[in-house]
């Protein structure tokens, strides 16, 4: 019976140790199948993983970021140096942390802040029966005020040379008219009007609309130039100066038309200094190339600034969220996130100045500055020079702006891949939105792909003009070109960039640039 039990025992133990075995074997071959499985098999990466970008998703962004604009109310709305303004800095913070970027900060710098306290414009009755008629008037920033001042009204068109010439302003209210040339561009800027007035003793200046129903928001003096961190003395406009919409400056012109008429202008503001932010995050590269990207636009606002700029700040961390998704291994230079405070208020003057001062280290390693600024909304344009404004059914017109024409093959490329409407190409470096200024003028190569449709800088810049499918194309079309960037030869668009402030020391690389001819034609034109 032992023997037994033992030959039991053994066949027992020898059935395990062949079942161990034969499991053993058919694990390793089955393993080594799941193996190759697992290996040949298209799982998702970690971009697919993440919920995709969609219009959907930028939209939310957009939402978010229009409702603080807008909660104060009316011409109060703005993302600006008040409430808004650190709300809508946090809120970039928190969606750039989110998207996965690293050392997301917060970059503050110390600006003067010009505020209008109290204002009012009121065009006065005659005494023969006719009452006073507040107008919807908006001050330009960092102008003087004024204190019930009471004063003739004078019309000078445009405010040409020739406009002004014959025209007794001195000590009067000077009536200019203003259009938007390209929609972006204020006419005063063409004709200097402001300064002639001033010239010739104005005591204040009406810019009236000749196309959009509101008033417009846009500096006209300097809060004081921002060195090293801090602003410099500002430096105001002498005088009041008030914005209108159309209406209301054809209600003046009519007054005038029948005989002189008078205003009474209010403008009380305070001036100190406060506290502002750049927010920026970054995406280390893979270490092969020591180069930067910086992709970045303002996130201030005039009213609702639904084109301009938050649509783009959506658009902004969204970009940040696909970008993080790619491994660091696949990207060889270094990639800076930046929405930067304070272009409406003056690019010299805030956070624009104190980005470029706070990193000297980037100085001559910059690929490219992408701005990111007015991504995409429908079209209106003026019905010849009637002032009378028609839906054109399209995307608004873009253009194209750049310092090589390398960078601009990059950019027509893109435009082609996803673009619904036309598009234009600028002359090199006409540095126009955030590479003004200290952008352009630190030598960065720059690009910028840029729409802004008729109602920009007022109170009709609104969400309902803006469909979440442009803004997610004009999004795939700046993803296309970063990535093109990112991917591009060591050295070659530093080498080839003609931007006028070139960075001392590049010399050297300098490159053959492409030239007009060698752009990428339009496979379906315009």
Known sequence: EAEEATMINGRVVTAIVLRRSMSTALGRIVGGLVVGLVLSFPWPTPADLLPPLTPASIRTHHEALVAISTRAGGLESGIRLNQAGGEAAEYLRRGYETAGLRNVRLEEFHPNRWWPEAYELTLLGNGGGSEDVPIGAFPLW???????????????????????????????????????????IASHRYTDALERAREKGAAAVILAETRVDSPNGNPVGSAGKIEAGKAKTAELFPLPVFSIGKSDGQKLRARLDAGPIRVRMNLAYSLGPTRAVNVVGELPGNGKIDEYVVVGGHYDSWFDGAIDNLGSQASLLEMARHFASVPRDRRDRTLIFVSIFGHELGNDEMGHAAFVQQHPELRGKITCFVNIDGSGSWGWEEKGDSGEILPTGREDKGGIFATSWALAAIAHEAVYAHAEGSWGQYPLNSLVADLQGPIGDSGYPCLLLISKHIYYHSTLDTLDRIAPEQVYRRTLMNIQVIQDILDSAEGYLTGVDTNPNRAPGSADTRQTDLSPDDLPANPRPW
Do not use: P, Y
């Open 142 to 184: 960092h102008c003087e005020g004024a204190d019930n001042l009471e004063l003739e009204v004078v019309h000078v068109g445009f405010g040409t040379s020739g406009e002004f010439r014959g025209v007794d302003v001195k000590g009067k209210a000077v009536l200019v008219e203003m259009k938007r040339i390209l929609h972006f």
